[in-house]
């Protein structure tokens, strides 16, 4: 069993990548912490917060709201992707007043702390998996070097190899906060990236999105469930669409995080030497990896070695089986 924390800012497809991490029986899921990114952090809390719900969590799995803000730089949110609330069309999650939500939503510890109670508390390791901007985890690694050794990796959503999507080199959870992604990549402990080059390859094309929303092929409703995941994608597909010109669906991004750790064996990559630009005048939030080993790399983790296995592919085929039968 994958003992997991999960830090996010539903968002979409990290809406997905709490549903995975809930149905899926190789993973125990110990929090979730949520930051600043796809919207701002009151409204990523409660999104996480009514997922819960939504999905079926059990009661005492819980929100802890983390930074309202980058390390160094202003914030920003993503409206044209996720819609001003962070989960825009989405159709049937509680609302974010309602008891049950705010219930969800702890306020006895800061985000962090709780991570740290989280891991020191684990028998055995922890896996941090990350879906939004870095801030809580470098934050987490900064203040609690003593527990890195418990942490047996931290996986996360981000980045792309020679390719960005929220400027012309950086990806959108990079791009806010770089000086964060830089800290997490030069923790010595085991990271991996899953960047664009990956996640593009997941893609809910039509055939997917009926099998979603009806995996009996027979004409009918969708249960309430499968009809609110149904209006989740149509939103994500309609924003990509316009945005990117995705014409056959949206990219599942963060669900392949969590995927992963329950499912390596999926995906392929290489390890390399990887750091984030942080003061380019076009490139600032770009993720460089030395993939012809131009600098000199020692075999560890962190600041003097290759501190990243890069996700570049994956089989689709069998991460979109997984995916509906969770
Ligand atoms: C990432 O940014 C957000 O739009 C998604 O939730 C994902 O984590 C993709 O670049
Ligand atoms: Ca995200």
Redesign the pocket.
Known sequence: IHKVWLDC?P????ATAILLALHTSSIELLGISTVH??TDATHTALNAARCLHAWGAPPNLRVYAGAAKPLLRAPRY?PE??GADGLGGVVGLPSPEASEVRARIAVDQPAIEAIARAVREAEGKVVVVA??PLTNVALFVSAYPELLEKIEQIVF??GGIGIG??SPGA???ILCDPEAAQIVLDAPIKTVMMP?NV?HKAIVTSALQARLRNPSGEPGPASPLRHTLATLVTFFADTYRSTFGFESGPPL??ALTIAYVAHPEFFEGTRWRVDVERAGVYTAGETIADVYGYRACDDTWGPGGKNCFVVMDLRNDEFFEYLLQA
């Not at 968002?11 to 990290?14: A, I, L, P, Q, S």
């Open positions: 800012d968002g979409h497809d990290d990114g796809n993503d992707i996720h879906s939004g959503m981000g999507n929220r990806e959108w959870n664009l996640t991004h963060d």
